[in-house]
């Protein structure tokens, strides 16, 4: 089975700066997806962004970007010029494709709390 | 854009009490789940659907809790009877068919359960 684990319960950083949000898993796959998902107070889960493991161009979407190291089995989360609407939860999450039609379940971490401070 | 629907947002109900949580997954997706959010578990896998067929429910106590898709644009979930510790927000997901799902799954925004 694989597991997910975000070491970092909580983080908090001055808006304008650059943090880094952790996440390593544990799996015997070869091919996956990873993904980080952002639930603000609303609790509306958000997908972020996601990393194909057969990539090794790391993925980007704005401002958030992602360091896949696939032998480390570590996949980080860096978002520049920190706002304050990215304060949230933020969750990394692992998937193992399926070889026919259709999706595989999300295994989740336990989240990161991140705050943004004016 | 295209948005999961849940009912209700808030639901708060006495012990003992049947509670059903609806979910509309956006059309065209073929795979459902459900997940369950405490600060204890965190989320934890409930049931998943694909094809409106059960594909795997091994994460739901099968005593007080079950799942189906009457049809392909709803989704229930059902607790009878309630108990506290069920008290958690229940989200449900969906994903388009995709093979490897690269795309990820689109969330509700969950249904917020109280059980006193």
């Known amino acids: 089975a694989q597991t997910v684990t975000q070491s970092q319960p909580e983080m908090s950083v001055q808006e304008a700066e650059t943090v880094t949000l952790s996440c390593t898993y544990d799996?015997?796959?070869?091919?996956?997806?990873l993904f980080w998902y952002k639930q603000p107070p609303s609790r509306q889960m958000i997908l972020v962004i996601r990393q194909e493991a057969y990539k090794q161009q790391n993925a980007t979407e704005n401002r958030f970007s992602v360091n896949f190291q696939k032998a480390a089995k570590s996949f980080s989360l860096k978002i520049s010029d920190s706002q304050l609407g990215d304060t949230a939860m933020y969750f990394c999450?692992?998937?193992?494709?399926?070889?026919?039609?259709?999706?595989?379940?999300?295994?989740f971490g336990t989240g990161t709390r991140l705050t943004i401070i004016p | 854009d295209a948005r999961v629907t849940q009912t209700p947002r808030h639901k708060v109900t006495e012990m003992g009490q049947e509670v059903t949580m609806r979910c509309q997954p956006i059309l065209g997706h073929n795979t459902v789940f459900w997940y369950r959010q405490t600060m204890m578990q965190g989320l934890e896998l409930l049931a998943y659907?694909?094809?409106?067929?059960?594909?795997?429910d091994s994460g739901m106590p099968k005593d007080r809790f079950s799942a189906e898709m009457p049809d392909a644009t709803l989704a229930t979930l059902k607790i009878q009877p309630s108990e506290p510790r069920d008290s958690a927000v229940y989200f449900c997901?969906?994903?388009?068919?995709?093979?490897?799902?690269?795309?990820?799954?689109?969330f509700g925004s969950g249904t917020r359960l109280t059980v006193v």
């Open positions: 997901a969906s994903g388009p068919g995709q093979v490897g799902g690269k795309d990820g799954y689109t």
């Open positions: 999450a692992f998937m193992k494709p399926l070889s026919n039609f259709g999706n595989e379940k999300l295994t």
């Open positions: 659907f694909r094809n409106r067929a059960p594909l795997d």
């Open positions: 799996t015997s796959e070869s091919n996956y997806y």
